[in-house]
């Protein structure tokens, strides 16, 4: 019998350690790190003997169930993939037999709840939509699914991507890793906080005005909002379909682009994407290169800083790093007036003119038994303010769409302060 390779496994910086001995032709002990290892990183490891995707998917797994509900009880997992384990044997089985399909293959990926998905339910986080099976995946997931990655959970979001709080009326609040007093910042917040948290190396969110940009700042990794048209918005939740955009976020810049390239192309399912027809890649690593930031010209705004010293440094070292890598840094750059006093505004009335009838279009793929216009649905958020108005979160955004509203709300969102340690008394 050969002897095993042990392979020692980081799984909390709270200092829970494991590790993992699989057989191997070789007794040479390797390190792998969870908490630093990229796409690529774990592929060695499968090659290598010393990992399976089975075991990978165990060990997020396990990072799910000690911190998400228990412990600092995160709070970002409203949908394991009960298959997720089934899918991790058979891309074993199959790299074995014919290879792997492409470095994505036998990567767990968390999930935004507002990508269709088949055999999942996708709620966009709201309490109308729990259980809504949609009749296909989002385009994008198909991709993933292609190139052989497993789709571990569906995670918490802002309800229906209106919100940068990391709350919604169907899962309560979400909770920032690094401070449990912090925001995560959204709506993608809980696809952030997953990944800080490593419960996987891969997730996907989605950008309207910042929803991928806010929540990778806050939780601290990287990620990419793609031009739109870049990527298909066929099967995510419209929220503004004009400013639309799903896109990657991850644990490396590397994997960002490596993954990126798997969801690009042209879909009849949406026409923006013909725009992007001789300008799409394959393969987005080529451009990840040591002096790509040489000669950039980067603007620097400093609206929002002067609040907390330590925020302020850490802005200063991002400026002086950009400088060290050879970027041409703009100093103190600041919009005209009439651009901040009238960006609301603006971005109101493309708000107004899209959600009701791009909704309505999503809403009417459902199944029987779910509301079919926006105008259904502030008949049940009415109802849930008169019998729990904390669970209400999106009332007043949604409030703001009637053609006659004020834009005042009832009642307010919730603060940090405000949400209760757990929200087990709402499933």
């Not at 089985?93 to 996708?122: C, Q, S, W």
């Not at 739109?228 to 994997?255: E, F, H, K, Q, W």
């Amino acid at each position: 019998m050969k002897a095993p390779r042990c392979v020692r496994v980081l799984l909390s910086g709270l200092g829970l350690f494991s590790a993992v001995c699989v057989f191997a032709p070789s007794a040479t002990a390797k390190t792998f790190t969870l908490s630093s290892a990229t796409i690529p990183d774990i592929q060695d490891a499968v090659a290598s003997g010393a990992l399976t995707y089975e075991k990978l998917v165990t060990l997020y797994l396990a990072r799910i169930a000690a911190y998400d509900q228990q412990g600092p009880a995160l709070n970002t997992v409203i949908t394991l993939n009960p298959r997720a384990l089934e899918t991790a044997r058979a891309l074993d089985a199959e790299r074995k037999a014919k290879g792997v399909r492409t470095p994505l293959h036998g990567i767990p990926v968390i999930v935004k709840d507002n990508f269709d998905t088949a055999d999942l339910p996708t709620t966009g986080g709201a309490f109308f939509l729990e259980g809504s099976l949609p009749p296909d995946d989002a385009y994008m997931i198909r991709r993933l699914r292609e190139a052989g990655a497993i789709i571990l959970a569906k995670v918490n979001m802002d309800e229906l991507a209106g919100g940068s709080i990391g709350f919604s009326s169907i899962w309560g609040v979400s909770k920032n890793p690094h401070g449990l007093d912090r925001i995560p910042s959204g709506s993608s917040g809980a696809t952030g906080i997953g990944l800080a948290a490593w419960f996987a190396p891969l997730g996907l969110g989605t950008d309207t005005g910042g929803s991928i940009r806010g929540p990778c700042a806050a939780n601290g990794i990287p990620g990419i909002k793609p031009t739109n048209g870049l990527l298909s918005r066929d099967g995510i939740i419209p929220r503004v379909l004009s400013l639309d955009t799903g896109g990657p976020m991850a644990r490396s810049v590397y994997d960002v682009a490596l993954s990126l390239g798997f969801m690009t192309g042209v879909d009849p399912a949406d026409p923006l994407t013909e725009k992007s027809t001789g300008l799409f890649y394959g393969d987005y690593t080529k451009f990840l290169t040591k002096d790509a930031l040489k000669g950039a010209r980067i603007g620097i705004l400093y609206e929002g800083l002067g609040k907390e010293p330590d925020v302020d440094a850490v802005f200063a070292r991002a400026v002086d790093e950009l400088k060290a890598q050879g970027a041409v840094i703009i100093d103190r750059v600041k919009y005209p007036s009439v651009v901040m006093e009238g960006r609301n505004g603006i971005s109101e009335i493309i708000r107004q003119a899209d959600i009701r009838e791009e909704l309505g279009h999503y809403l009417a793929t459902l199944k029987p038994g779910y509301p079919k216009s926006l105008d259904e649905i502030l008949v049940l958020h009415d109802k849930l303010m008169k019998s729990d108005p904390s669970r209400a979160a999106s009332r007043p955004t949604l409030a703001s769409t009637r053609p006659s509203a004020s834009p005042t709300p009832a009642s307010s969102p919730p603060t940090p302060s405000t949400f209760p340690p757990s929200n087990t008394a709402w499933r």
